[in-house]
């Protein structure tokens, strides 16, 4: 009986080996499984990273690209405007036209104020500065008069001696 108990014990110690091993491998399963997952967590992180810069890229480049598009709107109306305001514009300088005719203001310059075209007795001659004024013939004295006090009346030019 000795060698059967012997034999049994050596059974029993093969297990317990086998199982101190299956406890070692255990152990290393769970290092390997920790390593797995250091590198994994690592992975994990170095993509959710880039993940989130390039979703953050993204909106970056939307939000400038809604902004300029909002600018291009507002650029369009008001160069729709300028284009109202340049029509207008025209509109008026061709109401305008009628007024500004030399022929049409000569007439009310004639009719309204009693003006006619200037004499050869009527020419003044002004020198530079205002202290002096020298007439071509002295013996038109009342229509230089009437002349001077025309101009002074609209200018301010000559004054009264």
């Not at 009437?146 to 002074?152: D, P």
């Amino acid at each position: 009986m000795g060698l059967a108990v012997r034999e049994k014990d050596e059974k029993q110690s093969q297990k317990r080996s086998k199982q101190i091993k299956v406890i070692n491998d255990v152990n290393n399963f769970n290092e390997m499984n920790r390593n797995i997952k250091k590198s994994n967590l690592k992975k994990f992180l170095i993509f959710s990273t880039l993940g989130s810069i390039i979703i953050v890229m993204t909106m970056l480049v939307l939000m400038r690209y809604t902004k300029i598009t909002e600018l291009n709107s507002q650029v369009k109306v008001l160069n729709k405007e300028v284009e109202e305001l340049k029509t207008k514009r025209d509109y008026l300088i061709i109401q305008l036209e009628p007024y500004k005719a030399t022929a049409r203001i000569e007439t009310l310059a004639k009719i309204n104020l009693g003006m006619d075209y200037p004499k050869s007795q009527q020419h003044v001659k002004i020198e530079s500065g205002y202290t002096e004024v020298k007439t071509a013939n002295a013996d038109t004295s009342d229509t230089i008069g009437a002349f001077k006090s025309f101009f002074s009346a609209l200018f301010g030019v000559f004054n009264e001696e």
